[in-house]
């Protein structure tokens, strides 16, 4: 999930590249090339970047460094997130209570024995989705997301939360595959694996506003139908993700784990943690691993963001501590490589911590001292964002209006490219 908003961020052209443009590393290619000339097409991708406080979402061309296309979209978008397949940037506007998608102009058809490239011009598509407060995306890689609306109780009637789920054919007609319609308004999620979805329920001795359980739904066409309560409380639930057959949650003590044991049920337990998690984020190529965090203390006693590295399969969250990472250190942008073996923490001092994953442990790789030279001191904050065809990850930059482009192996700086606006969200 892009679960708290990130995070858990696949960038729009990391996706592209993994599952539908194998052209973006030279082409899957194949089969009768005379007949299909030119079907395999090597391109670095493109990224997507909102402009602060504007309509403006302009498409990225890597190959060139040039802007393609700059669409406007209704309103400016609270988050984006890279549609399953990758094709589409979903570009959510959570207080005007609607979605909506740019075809970002690559990507592949399966011609049977072999694949076909294609890269056109970007367009925003004329379908929108509507739903009171958009706030959390979840998503199966490759095959389908789940939008969660969070509803309204301060509305009149109150408005309750709901969930749809698309992918990118659905998108490319306009439509939604499925939807859940919740009892009441709620921050939460519902992570989909295949036709099991699993969202969110607050109890009414809830201590917050908050949910404190999972409801099991399983999907029979357009509808999902409950199936139980999951027993194991989570208190403070927020954030979550899906990675091979486990999905984690965050709460105040720790992950509530659901081990996915068959096509219609899960085990559910909870792994403890000395703190809060309210952030869980991992990477299709690290199935069962995840990085879960929160931030530890209450001002004016130093804040400080920790990290816990989380194995579905023996599940056990061991503490993750950046070499040189110290009390007031809070994580502003986070992400991974397109391995998923190296995951970035930039810090609100502008400081790069680059971590490397051996297995199920992680240990510092580097340390990139003013990244950012001038953090800014209020939102929008930078974004890290991985390409998926090169080696290569990208963070803005809001204070220098630039557009930081990196090795992801070597932590070297590629480029700093002059953006002229100030970037808030990217992928």
């Known amino acids: ?27 899957s290619g ?28 302009r498409v990225h061309d890597l190959d060139s460094g040039g802007v393609e296309a700059t669409h406007q979209l209704d309103h400016p ?32 058809e399966d011609h049977g024995d072999h694949h076909h490239d294609y890269k056109n011009a970007s367009r925003l598509m004329s379908w929108k989705l509507a739903g009171i407060r958009p706030s959390h995306y979840d998503v199966q890689t490759g095959r389908q997301a ?25 998108i490319a007609a306009g439509s939604t595959l499925a939807a859940l319609n919740l009892q009441q308004p709620i921050h939460g999620f519902a992570e989909p694996l295949d036709n099991k979805l699993l ?8 201590i917050d506003t908050l949910p404190t359980h999972l409801n099991l739904y399983l999907r029979s066409g ?7 309560l999951l027993s194991t409380r989570c208190n403070s639930m927020h954030g979550s993700y899906t990675s091979g057959p486990y999905t984690a949650v965050g709460c105040a003590d720790g992950v509530l784990l659901a081990r996915h044991v068959s096509a219609n049920d899960v085990a559910d337990q909870k792994i403890t943690a000395p703190t809060r998690i309210s952030t869980l984020v991992g990477h299709p190529k690290a199935p069962g691993q995840f990085i879960g965090f929160g931030n530890n203390g209450t001002a004016p006693a130093p804040v400080t963001t920790l990290f816990y590295g989380i194995d579905g399969e023996r599940a056990v969250a061991t503490p993750i501590t950046p070499t040189g990472w110290a009390a007031g250190n809070i994580q502003r942008a986070n992400g991974f490589d397109r391995s998923g073996n190296r995951f970035y923490i930039l810090d609100n001092h502008g400081t790069l911590h680059v971590m490397a994953r051996t297995g199920t442990t992680w240990n510092t790789a580097a340390t990139i001292a ?52 100030v970037p808030s969200n990217a992928l």
Request: with cysteine.
């Open 370 to 421: 003013a990244a950012v030279p001038a953090m800014p001191t209020a939102a929008p904050w930078p974004t890290i964002t991985a390409n998926g065809a090169r080696d290569e990850i990208y963070i803005t930059d809001p204070v220098a209006r630039q557009l930081l482009v990196l090795d992801s192996q070597t932590a070297a700086t590629n480029a700093r490219r002059d953006l002229g606006y």
């Open 222 to 228: 357009a509808t999902y139908a409950s199936q139980r």
């Open 146 to 170: 789940s939008i969660f609306f969070d509803g309204d109780a301060n509305a009149n009637p109150i408005r309750t939360a709901g969930m749809r789920l698309i992918d990118d054919a659905s």
């Open 1 to 27: 999930m892009t679960h708290d908003n990130l995070p858990s961020r696949l960038a729009f052209l990391s996706l592209a590249c993994m599952a539908l443009m194998a052209g973006c590393g030279g082409g």
């Open 199 to 206: 969202s969110v329920h607050r109890a009414s001795d809830a």
């Open 77 to 108: 978008p609270s988050a984006l997130h890279a549609s399953p397949g990758g094709r589409y940037a979903v570009a959510f506007q959570g207080t005007q209570h609607q979605v909506q998608f740019v075809d970002g102009g690559i990507w592949q």
């Open 30 to 57: 194949g089969g009768n090339a005379e007949s299909h000339a030119n079907s395999s097409i090597d391109t670095a991708g493109r990224i997507v970047i909102a402009e602060s406080g504007s309509n403006a979402l």
